[in-house]
């Protein structure tokens, strides 16, 4: 919840600079970011204080523990979002988040090898460790001015994205992903959104090179690979990790607007304009759902059993 919201409302701030529509839209999704990242992160606090086990045992299960990686990634987007305000907030704020996000990836990274994994727990929540948070590590570093820094921390999610990436489609391809699972393919598209958006900021001037075109192809080629997938996605109920959708639609929309402030085409205006009104309105449409799923109060999923014993 707290990615997404603060990664359209960071799309609506782009879509301030590129067609100067008013700052208050994207003021107030990033507002509901900082909230859900406030609630969220008393709620992780409470349990690890008064349910240690079950905290445990979603830090050693291979594929819940990569969730984890979303606190300093959402601490990280949290930087981006006070930065209007406070350059003091942002700067403690960013070296915190980078610094964890950094050392939970290499963490994770290492038991890579020294523990064992089946077929089934090589999802796209993999993603999130050491490629998909450590890319939104580059892009906030380059935002606030830190671009060497940004861009060896953009070499690793990058090599980290292309090497997973021919694990994961292989084990889609011939394993394929469970129903309970299938929201994780919100995860599979973001990677490449956000090699599209943090190497036009790290570039500062690269909006229109080959690169960028190519890294744009894909994301939208992604894109809707997924939206021609809907049937299949759809067998799974609406859960909280439908959120993950929005924050790659949204980052999409992030790059192609940064690209519309030189590229004034027609239709690739056209097509920046649908993808940005595409990401508005999922975030609509789940956080419609959502306010559903707590009113039945059944938002909050049970808590993670470990699929293997870990060795």
């Given at each position: 919840?707290?990615?997404?919201?603060?990664?359209?409302?960071?799309?609506?701030?782009?879509?301030?600079?590129?067609w100067s529509i008013p700052a208050m839209?994207?003021?107030?999704?990033?507002?509901?970011?900082?909230?859900?990242?406030?609630?969220?992160?008393?709620?992780?606090?409470?349990?690890?204080?008064?349910?240690?086990?079950?905290?445990?045992?979603?830090?050693?299960?291979?594929?819940?523990?990569?969730?984890?990686?979303?606190?300093?990634?959402?601490?990280?987007?949290?930087?981006?979002?006070?930065?209007?305000?406070?350059?003091?907030?942002?700067?403690?704020?960013?070296?915190?988040?980078?610094?964890?996000n950094l050392a939970y990836a290499l963490?994770?990274?290492?038991?890579?090898?020294?523990?064992?994994?089946?077929?089934?727990?090589?999802?796209?929540?993999?993603?999130?460790?050491?490629?998909?948070?450590?890319?939104?590590?580059?892009?906030?570093?380059?935002?606030?001015?830190?671009?060497?820094?940004?861009?060896?921390?953009?070499?690793?999610?990058?090599?980290?994205?292309?090497?997973?990436?021919?694990?994961?489609?292989?084990?889609?391809?011939?394993?394929?992903?469970?129903?309970?699972?299938?929201?994780?393919?919100?995860?599979?598209?973001?990677?490449?959104?956000?090699?599209?958006?943090?190497?036009?900021?790290?570039?500062?001037?690269?909006?229109?090179?080959?690169?960028?075109?190519?890294?744009?192809?894909?994301?939208?080629?992604?894109?809707?690979?997924?939206?021609?997938?809907?049937?299949?996605?759809r067998k799974q109920p609406f859960a909280?990790?439908?959120?993950?959708?929005?924050?790659?639609?949204?980052?999409?929309?992030?790059?192609?607007?940064?690209?519309?402030?030189?590229?004034?085409?027609?239709?690739?205006?056209?097509?920046?304009?649908?993808?940005?009104?595409?990401?508005?309105?999922?975030?609509?449409?789940?956080?419609?759902?959502?306010?559903?799923?707590?009113?039945?109060?059944?938002?909050?999923?049970?808590?993670?059993?470990?699929?293997?014993?870990?060795?």
């Open positions: 919840m707290t990615l997404g919201l603060a990664e359209t409302g960071n799309a609506l701030r782009f879509a301030r600079d590129t839209y994207g003021e107030v999704l990033e507002l509901l970011a900082l909230l859900s990242f406030l609630w969220w992160g008393l709620l992780l606090v409470n349990k690890w204080i008064t349910n240690r086990s079950a905290a445990l045992t979603e830090l050693r299960d291979p594929v819940q523990a990569s969730f984890l990686a979303l606190v300093p990634e959402s601490i990280l987007l949290m930087a981006i979002a006070v930065d209007p305000y406070s350059s003091v907030v942002t700067t403690v704020l960013f070296w915190i988040g980078s610094i964890s963490y994770r990274f290492a038991h890579m090898w020294m523990s064992q994994r089946t077929p089934d727990q090589t999802t796209p929540s993999l993603f999130l460790t050491y490629t998909a948070s450590v890319l939104v590590n580059a892009l906030v570093a380059g935002l606030l001015g830190y671009r060497e820094y940004g861009w060896m921390i953009f070499g690793v999610g990058t090599i980290s994205w292309l090497i997973l990436d021919s694990v994961l489609l292989q084990q889609l391809m011939t394993g394929g992903l469970a129903e309970r699972t299938r929201n994780f393919m919100g995860i599979y598209m973001a990677p490449g959104a956000i090699v599209l958006v943090a190497y036009q900021v790290l570039s500062d001037s690269a909006s229109q090179s080959m690169i960028t075109y190519a890294l744009a192809g894909y994301s939208l080629f992604l894109t809707l690979s997924l939206a021609i997938s809907l049937g299949w996605l909280a990790g439908y959120w993950a959708y929005t924050f790659g639609v949204a980052t999409v929309a992030q790059g192609l607007l940064i690209m519309a402030r030189e590229q004034h085409a027609f239709i690739f205006q056209t097509v920046t304009a649908v993808v940005l009104a595409a990401s508005l309105l999922l975030t609509l449409l789940v956080a419609i759902a959502s306010i559903r799923l707590f009113a039945l109060r059944r938002y909050y999923p049970p808590a993670a059993v470990p699929s293997v014993p870990q060795k």
